[in-house]
Nanobody, 117 residues
Framework: QVQLVESGGDLVQPGGSLRLSCAAS????????MNWFRQAPGGQRELIAT???????NYTDSVKGRFTISRDLAANTLALQMNSLKPEDTALYYC???????????WGQGTQVTVSS
């Protein structure tokens, strides 16, 4: 059984930092393209950061230079370090594991990040 469990969401002031974690079980993060998505209220789910099995990282423009995606292969976890947070970063953040086979596409339940003074 595959489980992705996010944690680390919180209320933070603009300019602050948060670190999100995603604990994976039933999948090896090194074998999948691991992604962070977010969905703001009333908005669509948006891909914001990706790390490939090879370790290549990509980011959407709005988070480049502020967010860093990483993985811990020994712990089988995914992380998202978020710095210089803005109110527009407020969203529900999801961890996603995507395999080469489209049938292998798994999601966590999400963790809420709210950026507000």
């Amino acid at each position: 059984q595959v489980q992705l469990v996010e944690s680390g969401g919180d209320l933070v002031q603009p300019g602050g930092s948060l670190r999100l974690s995603c604990a994976a079980s039933g999948v090896r993060v090194v074998m999948y393209t691991m992604n962070w998505f977010r969905q703001a209220p009333g908005g669509q789910r948006e891909l914001i950061a990706t790390i490939s099995p090879r370790g290549d990282r990509n980011y959407t423009d709005s988070v480049k230079g502020r967010f860093t995606i990483s993985r811990d292969l020994a712990a089988n976890t995914l992380a998202l370090q978020m710095n210089s947070l803005k109110p527009e970063d407020t969203a529900l953040y999801y961890c996603n594991a995507k395999g080469k086979n489209p049938a292998y596409n798994f999601w966590g339940q999400g963790t809420q990040v709210t950026v507000s003074s």
